[in-house]
Nanobody, 115 residues
Framework: QVQLVESGGGWVQAGGSLRLSCAAS?????MGWYRQVPGKQRELVAR???????DYSDSLKGRFTISKDNAKSTVYLQMNNLKPEDTAVYYC????????????WGQGTQVIVSS
């Protein structure tokens, strides 16, 4: 089992920045962020392995940057030039392997971007 604790969500005006953090209760190979708005499926934002390999949503690449501190078992999501359409609940995700069928989820943190 892995417990994930997120922080850093909140309200920001369009064009602003936020940094999300997610601390895991133990080292785990893959950590990432997904987001979800009401009525839509949860979608991948970005993920990163302990080796530093990253995977981004094509539409977000360039504005969002994921990083991981393996010593702290913590993943970060730096979000710049935020847009109102980035408003969503952001969920931290962790897996033991990239193709693992078992997902661990955080409780979610709300991000609201106003125009």
């Amino acid at each position: 089992q892995v417990q994930l604790v997120e922080s850093g969500g909140g309200w920001v005006q369009a064009g602003g920045s936020l940094r999300l953090s997610c601390a895991a209760s133990r080292n785990i190979f893959v950590m990432g962020w997904y987001r979800q708005v009401p009525g839509k499926q949860r979608e991948l934002v970005a993920r990163i392995t302990s080796g530093g390999d990253t995977d981004y949503s094509d539409s977000l690449k360039g504005r969002f940057t994921i990083s991981k501190d393996n010593a702290k078992s913590t993943v970060y999501l730096q979000m710049n030039n935020l847009k109102p359409e980035d408003t969503a609940v952001y969920y931290c995700n962790a897996r033991n392997l990239l193709n693992s069928p078992v997902d661990y989820w955080g409780q979610g943190t709300q991000v609201i971007v106003s125009s």
